[in-house]
Structures are given as structure tokens and as C-alpha cells.
């Protein structure tokens, strides 16, 4: 199994970010946020560097009463590309849990040539890997529920990939 690793695109917490709302800040660094979908209460401590840009920004939202569709708790990084997430040492469990991709697909040579995201949807640029998906696997039906692993699934797409020169690589 390959370990994720994030690359800090932000595109996760530009997109459900909307769902973690700030229901009080307790200091300039201590806030209770509320996680719209299980309605879970969580405290997250705001890394001391981040704090007073997360204040200003949380203050101005609530005297303007707009929040953006990211969460708030989502910076550009400072230091160069990518954003920084200046909560994650006490990120909510639900940011915790979430990959972005759940398969790495390796080509003969070891190289790194696509990814699958979501239930069953690839991201390559490798025209015989996307020819493959479509004819053997797009169409592979799942005996569990989105976002929960499927281990008779993994081993099908696996066994395919493997036959075709592949190798397929679960992310825990």
C-alpha cells in the first residue's frame, strides 16, 4: 500500500471547506468549528505564525457576514506554491480522512502515470492507461459505499492493470 501524500493544491478545502463553519472563537488562536454535513462540534488551535491573518480574516467575516466557499482556515502559502493549512496539527476528522486519491498506477518503468479519485474515475495522461480504464475497468461495479474501501474491487482493478503492464498501488 503507498501512504498519501499531500501536495497542498487546496482544492479539498476550497471545496468542502464551505462545510466547516466557525461557531465561536474562544481566543486569538482557539476556535469551535462545526462540520455542516455531521453536524460534529470540533476545537482546532490555529498554528501561532497563522494566527492573527485567521482573527483579521474570521473578524472581517463576521461583521460582513460573507464567508467564502473555502474554509477560512486556508491560506496561500506564504513561502512559495500551495496553500497551507494553518489547523493541521488539529485539523477536523473529516479533513483527516479525506484522500483525494485513492489508487496510484505505475507504468513498467516505475513511473508514476495516473491516479484514481473518487469511486472510479482516473487522471492520466497516458492514452493506453485511459483505453484500458474504459474497456475493463470504468465498468466494474463496487460492493461497498462511496468513500469506504473495496478491497474485491482493489484486487480486480489490480489483476487488470497487472496484465496490461501496470501496477496499481492502494493509498491508505
Not at 474554509?71 to 493541521?88: A, S
Not at 461495479?141 to 462511496?146: G, N, R, V
Request: glycine share 8%.
Amino acid at each position: 500500500m503507498a501512504e498519501f501524500v499531500c501536495d497542498w493544491c487546496g482544492k479539498c478545502c476550497r471545496s468542502f471547506g464551505e462545510f466547516i463553519r466557525i461557531e465561536r472563537q474562544l481566543t486569538e488562536r482557539d476556535y469551535y468549528c462545526r462540520y455542516g454535513i455531521t453536524n460534529d462540534l470540533v476545537l482546532v488551535h490555529v498554528q501561532p505564525e497563522y494566527a492573527g491573518e485567521i482573527s483579521d480574516t474570521f473578524l472581517n467575516t463576521q461583521e460582513t457576514g460573507n464567508q467564502e466557499k473555502k474554509c477560512l482556515f486556508l491560506i496561500k502559502n506564504p513561502e512559495g506554491n500551495g496553500f497551507v493549512c494553518t489547523v493541521y496539527p488539529t485539523r477536523p476528522p473529516v479533513c483527516r480522512e479525506f484522500r483525494c486519491y485513492r489508487m496510484l498506477i505505475h507504468n513498467r518503468e516505475g513511473k508514476l502515470v495516473g491516479r484514481v479519485i473518487g469511486q472510479n474515475e482516473i487522471r492520466t495522461s497516458d492514452e493506453a492507461l485511459e483505453t484500458i480504464w474504459k474497456e475493463h475497468i470504468s465498468h466494474l461495479p463496487h460492493t461497498q459505499k462511496p468513500n469506504e474501501p473495496d478491497p474485491g474491487w482493489n484486487t480486480q482493478v489490480m489483476a487488470i492493470l497487472s496484465q496490461h503492464g501496470y501496477c496499481g498501488d492502494v493509498v491508505e
